[in-house]
């Protein structure tokens, strides 16, 4: 099974005993049916997928201050100048 960017799967249990596995919300650990569509929890995964973003924002930039500019030419002009064909 593939999995999902930032996936999850739902740490909850059922009545039986047994794991959930459903996907839990995205930057959360339950799937909305185990309170993932609480504003509580919907707020914590935010807050978590925000400090995701900006631990990955930094190492990029430690990578970018720490590249040659031939490096940096590499890594960024592909998003600026997309090939074409």
Do not use: N
């Not at 924002?57 to 997309?82: C, G, H, V």
């Amino acid at each position: 099974m593939a999995r999902r960017p930032w996936g999850e799967r739902c740490t909850a249990h059922r009545t039986d005993g047994t794991p959930c596995g459903a996907w839990a919300i995205r930057g959360g650990y339950v799937c909305r049916m185990h309170g993932g569509s609480a504003p509580q929890v919907k707020a914590a995964a935010r807050r978590r997928l925000w400090e995701e973003w900006e631990r990955r924002q930094e190492a990029r930039w430690a990578r970018m201050k720490e590249s040659t500019r031939d490096e940096w030419a590499r890594m960024f002009l592909p998003m600026i100048d997309p090939p074409q064909g």
